[in-house]
């Protein structure tokens, strides 16, 4: 890259041009993140991701890097949205359209390990940004929630008027953070969305990335990982805890969302964002699968019959939890539509497989 390219690059990303929307990432370098990153630049956005790497993966930039390497469409910044002079600095020389805001700490079990953490890196940090765009002028957010904000509701499925009552400080730091934005948001003209996921799982049918979680993570880790490491041998085995809740088969029903529908989800709302109004969607399939549904769709996806081990229930796991998406069907047109659960399993696990060490060793090149 020559040092006038590089100038050029940079004054892209510096100055709004009439026609480009440009896209502040954060957390892009992890699982949702770089698959937005990488649906916006498929679809001509400017995109800049923001993220500190402690624990998303420089490999995932990577691959975006290489695959959208023009002028003002794609850069990388290494910084941490702790760090209130950084991201000033980073706002003030960027013109940003947009924020989709994924950078976040995100395993229910760490947050109760590690409180403070969570309320730092999640609250704190939603607070940052949100002053950064405003002191900066940027009109849309896109705000990524969860549905642990609403605990343990008793009535399923849940809407998005289901009273919020989280029960960990994962789900408590997310409903400040969003408390925080919407509070702002009464005295401004910001647009802004608000999505409420479910349980994310799969990666891009191109295979070009795929969810590559640190293994000293391993442990807090979510069922799909779970399942993909007994298969692969890593773990001895599956450990399915809770077998006697009042559900059809005694396990947990739980709603799955491929992150192709989550990132389209993403997209539409940022499409549809208008200025001083608030939308707040649940992205979620409707549709709640068990454990052991789950587990028989990883069995077939990866064709291996893995060990599976049936222990007590584990303390704080709620029974059903399944989302009503119908106020985003009806007022966003989105609606989930890799609803396979096997299906967005065996693309997972494709990825899985010629990824043995995640980002960090690529065994056989993806066609893209
Ligand atoms: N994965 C799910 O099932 C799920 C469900 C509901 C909500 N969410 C939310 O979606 C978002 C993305 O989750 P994910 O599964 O992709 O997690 P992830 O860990 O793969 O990605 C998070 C990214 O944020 C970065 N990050 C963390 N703290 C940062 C900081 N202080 N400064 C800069 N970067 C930082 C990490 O390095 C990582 O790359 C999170 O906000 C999470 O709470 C995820």
Redesign the pocket.
Known sequence: MTMLYYLQSLLQFSRHEPGVTHVLV????????SHAALRLLKDSYRVTI????????LGAIKVLQRLFPGPGRFQFIH????DAKMVHNIFSENAFDAVM??????YVGESTLNPLKYYH??TA?TLLVLEAMAAHGVQTLIY?????TYGEPEQMPITEDTAQIPINP?GKA?KMAEDIILDFHKNSDMAVMVLR????IGSDPEGILG?A?RPELREHG?ISGACFDAARGITPGLKVRGTDYRTPDGTCIRDYIDVTDLVDAHVKALERAESGKVGIYNVGTGKGRSVKEFVEACKKATRVSMRVEYLPRRPGDYAEVYSDPTKIKNELNWTAKYTNLQESLQTAWRWQKAHLNGYGTTLQVMTV
Do not use: Q
């Open positions: 954060t957390g892009g370098a992890g699982y949702i993140g923001v993220d500190n790497l402690s624990r998303g993966n910084a941490d949205l702790g805001h994924f950078a976040a700490v995100a890196n999640i940090n990524s929630s969860t549905c642990a994962y997310k996921y479910f349980n994310v969810e979680p979510r």
